[in-house]
Each structure stands twice: as structure tokens, then as C-alpha cells.
């Protein structure tokens, strides 16, 4: 038996080795990996999946490990919408999918609430912004239409072992100032594509003070940044949470739990970070590299606020704007559309009251779903400047390819409503 002590490895390295079924993965090695989960969508899934499979005459690997989540085009706007969805539904019974999720939700926020996420998990999305699963201490990231047909037919996918770039948060966040803040930030600092298509791990005291919620965003958004994944490693804020959720986690999870975190010296680039010093940001049209402290916008007027996306309307995102709106009516002319992430969110953010301040602040609520994050719903003016929780605000992304969009936390989207100009949060938390 080989007793050589295996070198230092990181969260990226482990999860892909043990997919591998190696014991180690070296930085830019090619490995096959088993699949653990597929996630697709109403949009990147059936419609897209289901020709391909039956020109190949293939099924599918694992039905147990597909999920299908109907989030785009719910609920249907117009007949495309209805042909699409119709599409998914049809295929879904066809094929006896057993975790299918009509209508509850986004994805990136559904997958984790029906426990479908474990630490140590390799998982693959229909979706750009599938690394949200990172928070988790999974592997996950978004693969096209191709890479998928290979994934739901053969159960693999071969990955080259990325090399981990690690963003350390120091400090605490002050008041007002949020997981959104940070990765702004981040992009901001090292630009679109300062992730390089590699892993990039958060770490940190900060980062430890995170809800998962908060780290969802955090990993989310590293789609933003360019890189592959994001990861930050499970400890007892993520273990409690996924039992809440009802998550089953097996005597070996539990028994495994602290395998799945990076070696103290496994090789990294490292960027530090002082979460103390961080004031609320603000990415201006058109790309979230765009990113400037709040203060720098002078008397910036706002037509919209929306307050949605897998980003921005998870449970604390409703809370951090029902705080800032609290006893308030937005400011005359502004726009306050909210959109919450899931039902399961929506329906505690209505027993906590939350909703009802919005609503009492002048919201109009839409229902769950991606909606006008993607331009599939809602409705954004031409001409028109939006501050939005959004992830995105290339030109056009929100459907009016003349709005102007400004991407900031729940605490600046809410304080700029309430004031009709981008406004810094902690201004009305005071």
C-alpha cells in the first residue's frame, strides 16, 4: 500500500478528486468526474434536452439525479412562454421525473430549500449562475445545452482541476452593508474576468459571519466575476441550516463533514479584503465592473426600484428592505416592484410582516421566479434608471434596452426608493 502523504489540497481539489474517484487532482489536470446532480430550468432544460435525446434514441443516466426547476417563463406571459413551458411539464411526465419544481421558486434558491445540496457534492446547472450551490461546500457550476446532453446521458463530465483563487474578508460588515456589497466589490476590483474561469473561495471571519443566504450571494456571483465556482466551506451555520430545510444528512455525511475544507497550506492566489472598511456599493449601466462606493453618485435620480432575483429577494433580502422602509411610502415617481426568490420565502417574509411593509410602502408584488431579472417579466420603462438586487445589468438585460440599471444590496435599492436618488442605506438606518 502507497503511504506517500498526499500534498495539501483545496476544497476545489478534493471535491473533483473524490468525483474522480482519485485521491488527489492536480491544478490544471484533466479528470472525468461522476456526477452527483443536474440541475436544468424551463428554459435551458426540455425544450432544448429533449430533441437531442431522441435523435440520439438516449435516456437518461439517473432520473433521481436530474432536477428540473420551472422558474423563466412562470407564470406565462404569452403564447411563446406557454409553448415552453408546456414543453417541460409534458417531458417531465413523460419521463416520471421525480424532482421536479413547478412554479416556487428560482433554481439557484429552490435547489437548497428542497435539499438537494450536501457538502462535497459535484453538480452541474443549466444555468450561468449555478455556482450558488458553492455555498453549500458543493462543487457547481453552469454548463450549455451540449454539455448537459453529455451529463444527462452518461452520468460525467470531464473538468480540468482549476486552481483556487481565495478572497479573504477580514473585519466585520458594518450595518447596511451586505454579502451583494462585497462581491460588487469584488468585481469592481479585479474586473469581469478576474475569476479566470478557476475556483474562487471565500474565506475569512467576515465571510464566516454570513448567513447562507448571504454566502448564496457570494457564490452566485462569481458568474459575474468570470470564474468557474464559487466555494466557502461548510461549517456549523451550514450544517444547521440544511437540517432546518429538512435536508437528510447520512451518518457519513455527518461523519465526513470537516473533510471538506481547504488544507491550511494548499496553494492559492490569495486577495485580502477589510469588510470594516466597505461602504455600500453601487454598479452603474452597463456591467457590473462598473462598481463605485454609493457616495460617488451625486443626486442620481430613480425611476425604478426592483427588488428581485436570486440575489436580492431570499427571506433576509425582504427583511433588509422592510427595515429600511418600515412606516415610509417610497418617494413620488418611483416604481418599488418586488419579486421574492421562492413561496417558502415569501410566506415567511409574510408571517414575519415583512411583505406587508413593503406593500404598505407602495410595492407592487410579482410573483415568484426569475421575472424581470432576465426580461421575462414585469415591467421595466424605456429610458428609465432602475436600481436593482439584480446580478446583471448588461444593456437590454431587463427587457428595455434604453433602461439604465444600477445593481446594489436590498438596504440601497430600498433607501433609494424611499428617497427617489441613489441614496447610501445607512442614511436611513440610522
Not at 496553494?267 to 462606493?293: G, I, K, W, Y
Request: one cysteine or more; glycine letters at 10%.
Amino acid at each position: 500500500m502507497d503511504s506517500t502523504p498526499l500534498p495539501a489540497r483545496t476544497l476545489a481539489q478534493k471535491i473533483i478528486a473524490h468525483a474522480a474517484g482519485l485521491p488527489s487532482a492536480r491544478v490544471g489536470e484533466i479528470v472525468n468526474c461522476r456526477v452527483d446532480l443536474a440541475m436544468f430550468h424551463d428554459s435551458s432544460g426540455p425544450r432544448r434536452l429533449k430533441p437531442m435525446l431522441e435523435e440520439l434514441g438516449a435516456t437518461i443516466w439517473d432520473k433521481d439525479k436530474v432536477v428540473l426547476v420551472m422558474d423563466h417563463y412562470v407564470p406565462e406571459a404569452d403564447d411563446d412562454a406557454r409553448r415552453i413551458v408546456r414543453i417541460a411539464r409534458d417531458w417531465a411526465r413523460e419521463q416520471q421525473l421525480p424532482h421536479v419544481h413547478d412554479s416556487i421558486g428560482i433554481c439557484h434558491v429552490v435547489l437548497p430549500e428542497q435539499g438537494h445540496l450536501k457538502p462535497g457534492m459535484f453538480c452541474v446547472g443549466g444555468d450561468s449562475h449555478s455556482p450558488t450551490g458553492g455555498a453549500f461546500g458543493s462543487y457547481m457550476f453552469g454548463v450549455g445545452s451540449t454539455e448537459m446532453l453529455g451529463v444527462v446521458v452518461t452520468g460525467e463530465l470531464w473538468v480540468r482541476v482549476p486552481q483556487t483563487l481565495r478572497m479573504d474578508w477580514s473585519g466585520r460588515l458594518a450595518e447596511g452593508v451586505t454579502a451583494k456589497d462585497m462581491m460588487l466589490h469584488i468585481i469592481g476590483s479585479l474586473g469581469m474576468n478576474g475569476g479566470r474561469y478557476e475556483a474562487v473561495e471565500f474565506t475569512g471571519s467576515a465571510v464566516r459571519a454570513l448567513s447562507m443566504a448571504e454566502r448564496m450571494t457570494l457564490c452566485n456571483m462569481t458568474a459575474e466575476m468570470g470564474a468557474q465556482t464559487g466555494l466557502v466551506a461548510p461549517d456549523d451555520t451550514t450544517r444547521e441550516w440544511l437540517l432546518a430545510q429538512g435536508t437528510r444528512l447520512s451518518a457519513d455525511d455527518l461523519a465526513h463533514w470537516n473533510d471538506w475544507h481547504s488544507d491550511e497550506d494548499a496553494p492559492c492566489e490569495r486577495t485580502d479584503f477589510d469588510a470594516a472598511a466597505l461602504a455600500p456599493q453601487v454598479a452603474a449601466p452597463h456591467s457590473p465592473a462598473n462598481t463605485r462606493p454609493v457616495g460617488d453618485y451625486d443626486d442620481v435620480p430613480v425611476d425604478v426600484a426592483y427588488i428581485g432575483a436570486c440575489t436580492g429577494a431570499k427571506l433576509e433580502d425582504l427583511a433588509a428592505a422592510a427595515q429600511v422602509l418600515r412606516g415610509h411610502r417610497v418617494a413620488g415617481g418611483v416604481s418599488l416592484i418586488v419579486a421574492p426568490a421562492s413561496l417558502k420565502d415569501q410566506a415567511e417574509a409574510e408571517r414575519l410582516g415583512h411583505m406587508q411593509v413593503l406593500r404598505d410602502a407602495g410595492a407592487q408584488v410579482l410573483p415568484t421566479g426569475c421575472g424581470a431579472c432576465a426580461g421575462y417579466g414585469g415591467s421595466i420603462p424605456d429610458d428609465s434608471n432602475v436600481m436593482s438586487t439584480t446580478a446583471r445589468n448588461f444593456r437590454g438585460r431587463m427587457g428595455s434596452a434604453s433602461a439604465r440599471v444600477y445593481l446594489a444590496s436590498p438596504f440601497t435599492v430600498a433607501a433609494s426608493a424611499l428617497r427617489g436618488r441613489i441614496t447610501d442605506p445607512r442614511e436611513c438606518l440610522a
